[in-house]
C-alpha cells in the first residue's frame, strides 16, 4: 500500500514536472537542430557500501565513493573526479520495504586540464530514499526512489551555489546464478536501470540529467559481504545545453558490508523485527 | 495470693488422678454390666447389621441376652434381586439358649407398590428357607421346625421341604418327619436317639409307602422298595454281624449302606429317596449349625443314631492305610505332572519309547492309581471300618487286580510292548486285604518313580531342543532383517558408512558360523543366548549408522544461522561453529566408522551404537553452547580420542 502511494506521488511529481517544462520559454542557450551527443567519456568508479545495523529497526548507511575519469593519456583512471561521502539512518519497515534519511558531501574536483578555476569545491546534499523489494521466482526486484536536494558550484572563485532536486528511479534485479537463492557462496547477475530526473531555477530544459544502464556480477561471501563489478552506460542532457548530451563508459567496483554491532543477545533472532 | 495458687495445684493433682483412673473404673464397670453391641457382624458367609449383649469376663466377650443379625436390601431387591437373612435368639453366657428362628430368602420384587395402612408394601416372589426351635446350652430342644417355601406374589407357593423334629437335649425323639415337594418320609427313634421301627416313605397319591426302611434298635434290617407295583425287600448288612457301632445317620452312613447294597448286586435302583431326603436335611441341620458355631458353643446336628457293622482296624492295618493313603498322593501327583506335559504329549507322537512309557503312565493311573484313590476317599469320609474289607476291595477293582506286566500297543501297528517295574517279584497283591494293597501301591510308586526318571529326561531334553530350535529361528530373523537393512541402504550411503555395515553383517556371520560349530546342547543355548543380545545390538548400531548422513544433513541444518542482509533483503543462512561442525564431519564420524568398519565385536557393538547416539545428542546441544574455549581447543588437535575427549564422549574420560 505504502509503495503504491510513494509511486504515485513520483509519477504526479514527474508529471507536473514535464508539464512545466512542455510550456517555459527557453531562453539563453539556443537548442540545436538536433541533439547532439558527445563523445563518450571512460570512467572508473570504486564504491564501498555499508549498511551497519545499529538496532533491531535501524542502521546506519555509510558510503564512500572514489571515482576516476580519463585524461587525455589514460582512459578510466586517469584522473580522480570525486569523492563521495554519502551517510543516512536507515529505517527497516518490513524485510521488503525500508527507508533511509541523510547527507551527502561530495568533493568536486576539477577536471578539466586547461582550467585556471580552483581544483576543488564541496558539494551537498540532502537525502531521502524508498527502497521496495520483491521476491520473483529465484531473483529479487527492487524499486528505489531516491529525491536529493542539492547545493552545488562551480569551480570559479566567485561561483555561488545552485540549489537543484533530483528525482531518481532505479530498477535493479538480483538474479543468483549458482544457487536458487541469494546466499552465501551465490554468484549473482544484477542489471540495473536508473532514470534521474532534475529541477530547479538553473536546470532549464535539461531535466534528464542521466540515464543510467547497468550490468554487475556480484558474488556473495557471507551475509555480511559481498563484492560486485560491471561496466555502465550513462547519458544525460548537460545543464547548459537541452539540446547536448553527455555520454560516459564506467567501470564500477562495488563492496558491501553490513556489520552488525549489536549485542549477540539482541541479535536472536536476526530476523525478527518487531518481537 | 499463695493461698490462691494452692488451690490451683491441688485442682491440677486431682484432675491428673482422675484422668488416670478413668480406664479402670470404666473395665470395673463393664465386668458388672451387659454390654450392648450395634452394627455389622460377619458370621461365616452372613454379613450383616447386629444388636446383641454380651459381657466382659477377664477380656473375654461372652454373648449373654439377645441377639439378632440381619440383612436386606431394598436397592438390590428393586434392582435385580435380593438375598436377605435374618436370625433371632438369645444366648447364655455364651450358649445359644431359648427360642431361635433363622430365616433365608432369595427374593425379586415385580416392583409394584402399594401403600397400606400407611406404609408401602411391595411384592416379592422367591425362595424362603426358616428353621424354628427352641435350644438349650447350645443343643436343639423341643420342636424343631425347618421349611423351605417357593413363594409367590408375597404368598406361599409351593412347599419345598420340612422337617419337623422332636428333640430332647440335642437328642432326637419319638416321631420325626421329613418332606420335599412330593415325598414324605416320617419315621421314629427310641430314647436314646436310635433309629427304630419302619421308616416309611409316601410318595404323593399313594396310600402305602414306597420305600420302607426297617431298623431294629439302630440296626438297619431291611430296605422294602416298591417297583412296577412289585415289592422288593432287601437285606442289607449280614445277619450275624460280629460286632456294631453306634454312629449318626449322616452322609457316610448313607455311603455304607449303598456300599453293602452294591455287595450284595442289588437291582433296585440304587439311590432311594429316603437316602435322599435325610441328606437333606443333615444339609440343613449343617447350615444353621455353621452359624451358630461361628458365634458360640453348640452342637446343632439331628444326632439320628444308627448302628453299623464294625470291622476295626488294627494298628497295622492303620499304618497301612496311611502308607496306602501317602504312596496313593505321591503317584497322582507324578502320573498328573506327566500325563500332562505338554512336552511329552507332543513328543510321544514322534519317538515310541515315550508313547510305550506314556501309555503306561496311562494304565497304571487307571488300573492302579484309581481304585486305590476311591479307597483314600473312602477312609477319609470314615466308612473303611464299616464294610468288609475284602469285599470292599473287590469292589473297587471288579474285574479283578491288575496285573504287574503292564502290556500296551504302541506305534501304527500296534505293537505290544510289556512293562515290569525292576525288582518286582512276582504277584503279591491277589490276596483282598490292607497288606496286598500296600504291595500294589507300592509297585505302582515305584513304576511311576522308574518311569518319570526317563521321561521327565526326555521332557527336558525335548524343551531343550525346542529352545534352540526357537532360539535358532530367532537369530536366523535377526540375521535377516540385519542383512535387508544393510541391502536396502548401500546403494545411497557413502563408502565409509557401507564399509562400516559391511563389516556388520560380516561379524553377525562369523558369529552364526561360531555358534553352529558348538555341538553341546547346553553350549548352544548359552552361547545362542548371548548372540540373541548381541545381535540384538548390532542391529541398533547397524540403524545408526544409515541414520549416519541423514543425521549429519540434520546437525548441518542445525549449524546454521539466519541472518537478513540489508543489500538483498532477504534472509541468508550462515553456518556457524564450522570449527565443530567440521571435526565432526572430518574426524569424529569418520573415526567411528572406521572402528566399526574394522574392530567390531559383541562386546563393544553397544559402546559404538551409544556413543553414535550420544555424539548426535551432543552436536545438538553444542550448537547452543557457549563454544568458544571449545573451538580454539580443537583447532590444536585432530587426534579422534583427544577430540572424543574434548566433545566430552569418553567414558573413561577425566578431563582437568
Not at chain 1, 551537498?124 to 527492487?142: D, E, L
Not at chain 2, 438390590?76 to 435368639?89: P, V
Not at chain 2, 426358616?130 to 404368598?155: F, T, V, Y
Not at chain 2, 497295622?316 to 511329552?344: C, G, R
Request: a negative charge; one cysteine or more.
Amino acid at each position: 500500500m505504502k509503495q503504491h502511494n510513494y509511486l504515485s506521488l513520483y509519477f504526479v511529481i514527474l508529471f507536473v514536472l514535464l508539464a512545466s517544462w512542455g510550456t517555459q520559454a527557453q531562453e539563453g542557450e539556443v537548442l540545436p537542430e538536433e541533439s547532439t551527443f558527445k563523445d563518450p567519456k571512460t570512467r572508473i568508479w570504486f564504491n564501498t557500501y555499508g549498511l551497519i545495523r545499529i538496532s533491531p529497526r535501524l542502521f546506519w548507511d555509510a558510503q564512500t565513493h572514489f571515482r576516476f575519469e580519463e585524461t587525455e593519456a589514460t582512459p578510466f583512471i586517469g584522473q580522480i573526479g570525486q569523492i563521495y561521502n554519502r551517510h543516512a539512518i536507515g529505517y527497516i519497515y518490513s524485510k521488503n520495504i525500508n527507508f533511509s534519511l541523510g547527507g551527502v558531501l561530495r568533493v568536486n574536483f576539477n577536471t578539466n586540464e586547461s582550467s585556471e578555476d580552483q581544483n576543488v569545491v564541496p558539494e551537498w546534499r540532502i537525502w531521502h530514499q524508498y527502497q521496495f523489494a520483491m521476491p520473483m521466482y529465484t531473483a529479487m526486484i527492487y524499486h528505489r526512489i531516491r529525491i536529493e536536494h542539492r547545493w552545488t558550484r562551480g569551480f570559479a572563485e566567485d561561483s555561488d551555489f545552485i540549489f537543484r532536486n533530483r528525482w531518481r528511479y532505479m530498477l535493479r534485479a538480483k538474479v543468483p546464478l549458482n544457487s536458487t537463492k541469494l546466499e552465501p557462496g551465490t554468484m549473482y547477475v544484477s542489471p540495473e536501470a536508473e532514470l534521474i530526473m532534475q529541477s530547479g531555477k538553473a536546470v532549464v530544459g535539461s531535466v534528464m540529467e542521466d540515464l543510467r544502464l547497468t550490468t554487475t556480477l556480484g558474488y556473495i561471501l557471507n551475509p555480511r559481504l559481498q563484492i560486485a563489478a560491471g561496466l555502465m552506460y550513462s547519458q544525460g542532457q548537460t545543464l547548459q545545453n537541452a539540446g547536448n548530451f553527455n555520454q560516459n563508459w564506467t567501470i564500477r567496483f562495488h563492496v558491501y558490508f553490513s556489520p552488525d554491532i549489536r549485542k549477540v543477545k539482541d541479535k536472536l533472532p536476526a530476523i525478527h523485527f518487531t518481537d | 495470693m499463695n493461698s490462691r495458687s494452692n488451690y490451683t495445684r491441688l485442682l491440677r493433682h486431682f484432675l491428673a488422678v482422675g484422668l488416670l483412673m478413668s480406664p479402670l473404673s470404666l473395665q470395673f464397670l463393664q465386668a458388672q454390666e451387659k454390654q450392648r453391641y450395634e452394627g455389622p457382624l460377619k458370621l461365616g458367609d452372613y454379613l450383616g447389621e447386629a444388636v446383641y449383649t454380651y459381657l466382659v469376663n477377664q477380656g473375654d466377650t461372652i454373648l449373654d441376652g439377645t441377639f439378632v443379625l440381619e440383612r436386606s436390601n431394598l436397592e438390590a431387591l428393586l434392582e435385580n434381586k435380593d438375598a436377605s437373612f435374618a436370625f433371632t435368639g438369645a444366648f447364655k453366657m455364651g450358649y445359644p439358649h431359648g427360642p431361635w428362628t433363622f430365616q433365608f430368602g432369595e427374593f425379586q420384587s415385580d416392583n409394584t407398590t402399594r401403600v397400606v395402612d400407611y406404609q408401602y408394601t411391595l411384592n416379592i416372589s422367591g425362595l424362603q428357607t426358616a428353621a424354628e426351635g427352641e435350644l438349650n446350652m447350645g443343643k436343639p430342644q423341643g420342636l424343631w421346625d425347618i421349611s423351605k417355601d417357593r413363594i409367590q406374589g408375597s404368598e406361599l407357593e409351593k412347599a419345598l421341604f420340612k422337617s419337623q423334629i422332636l428333640f430332647e437335649n440335642g437328642v432326637p425323639q419319638q416321631s420325626f418327619q421329613v418332606s420335599d415337594s412330593s415325598n414324605t418320609l416320617v419315621g421314629r427313634f427310641l430314647r436314646d436317639g436310635l433309629a427304630h421301627d419302619n421308616w416309611e416313605l409316601y410318595s404323593d397319591g399313594t396310600t402305602e409307602a414306597v420305600e420302607v426302611w426297617s431298623f431294629d434298635e439302630g440296626v438297619l434290617q431291611h430296605i422294602q422298595l416298591q417297583i412296577d407295583n412289585e415289592t422288593r425287600r432287601e437285606r442289607i448288612f449280614d445277619e450275624d454281624l460280629p460286632d456294631t457301632k453306634t454312629i449318626n445317620l449322616e452322609g457316610n452312613y448313607l455311603q455304607i449302606v449303598k456300599l453293602w447294597r452294591d455287595f450284595r448286586k442289588s437291582s433296585a435302583t440304587a439311590e432311594g429317596k429316603v437316602a435322599d431326603l435325610l441328606a437333606q436335611n443333615a444339609d440343613f441341620y449343617n447350615r444353621i449349625n455353621g452359624i451358630l458355631s461361628a458365634i458360640g458353643t453348640s452342637s446343632f446336628r439331628p444326632e439320628f443314631k444308627v448302628k453299623v457293622p464294625f470291622f476295626p482296624l488294627d494298628t497295622i492295618e492303620n499304618k497301612q492305610l496311611d502308607s496306602i493313603t501317602t504312596m496313593f498322593e505321591n503317584s497322582y501327583a507324578v502320573s498328573q505332572s506327566l500325563l500332562k506335559d505338554t512336552h511329552l504329549n507332543i513328543l510321544k507322537l514322534s519317538d515310541e519309547e515315550t508313547e510305550y512309557l506314556y501309555k503306561v503312565v496311562s494304565v497304571i493311573s487307571e488300573e492302579f492309581l484309581l481304585p486305590l484313590g476311591e479307597l483314600v476317599r473312602y477312609q477319609r469320609e470314615d466308612i473303611v471300618e464299616y464294610v468288609p474289607r475284602d469285599q470292599l476291595i473287590r469292589q473297587l477293582w471288579p474285574t479283578g487286580k491288575p496285573s504287574e506286566v503292564i502290556t500296551v500297543a504302541i506305534g501304527d501297528e500296534g505293537n505290544r510292548r510289556t512293562f515290569k517295574a525292576p525288582g518286582s517279584t512276582t504277584n503279591q497283591w491277589e490276596e483282598h486285604n490292607l497288606n496286598s494293597l500296600q504291595q500294589l501301591a507300592e509297585y505302582a510308586t515305584t513304576s511311576l518313580d522308574t518311569i518319570a526318571a526317563v521321561l521327565q529326561a526326555k521332557s527336558t531334553l525335548k524343551r531343550r531342543e525346542q529352545e534352540v530350535i526357537q532360539l535358532e529361528e530367532l537369530l536366523l530373523a535377526q540375521v535377516n532383517q540385519l542383512n535387508m537393512l544393510v541391502d536396502s541402504v548401500t546403494q545411497n550411503i557413502p563408502v565409509l558408512h557401507q564399509r562400516a555395515l559391511q563389516n556388520i553383517t560380516t561379524t553377525v556371520g562369523n558369529y552364526l558360523k561360531e555358534y553352529s560349530a558348538k555341538e553341546q546342547l547346553d553350549q548352544k543355548v548359552a552361547f545362542g543366548e548371548r548372540l540373541k543380545q548381541c545381535f540384538k545390538e548390532m542391529d541398533t548400531l547397524a540403524k545408526r549408522v544409515t541414520q549416519l548422513p541423514e543425521r549429519s544433513s540434520e546437525i548441518a541444518g542445525v549449524y546454521q544461522d539466519a541472518v537478513w542482509n540489508p543489500f538483498t533483503t532477504t534472509i541468508m543462512n550462515e553456518r556457524v561453529k564450522k570449527r565443530i561442525t567440521g571435526t565432526y564431519t572430518k574426524v569424529v564420524v569418520p573415526y567411528f566408522l572406521e572402528q566399526i568398519a574394522t574392530a567390531l565385536d559383541c562386546e563393544n557393538a553397544k559402546t559404538y551404537s551409544s556413543s553414535l547416539e550420544r555424539l548426535h545428542l551432543r552436536m545438538l546441544a553444542l550448537r547452543e553452547e557457549e563454544t568458544r574455549k571449545l573451538e580454539r581447543k580443537l583447532k590444536k588437535t585432530q587426534d579422534p580420542i583427544a577430540v572424543l575427549r574434548l566433545l566430552n564422549l569418553l567414558d573413561t574420560e577425566n578431563e582437568d
